[in-house]
């Protein structure tokens, strides 16, 4: 009987999913300056109740400033990171001289 249920709740929240419905925990960190989305979740009982374990984890990692907010959302990336630092190596020079 579990087994079932399991099945029936995958396929509802994958059709909550595909129309935007699902709930989601959106993390939030100061530092780094990122935000991340875990889920999708049936309901927001269930986002909610996983909410710690995800804090706990980013904290473990060393995550600064962690704002959490449980809600319907269809993010398109799961990791949204804002500060990267420099993206480009400063050993490489342009071939070509206009290419700064």
Known sequence: MTSVWNNFKELLINVYQNIGMAWWVEVKTQSPRCTYYFGPFLTSAEASASRKGYIDDLEQEGAIGVSV?????????????????ELTDRKVQPIFSGQM
Request: aromatic share 0%; with cysteine.
């Open 69 to 85: 907010t449980v809600k319907r959302c269809k993010p398109g990336v799961l990791t949204v990171a804002d500060d990267l630092g």
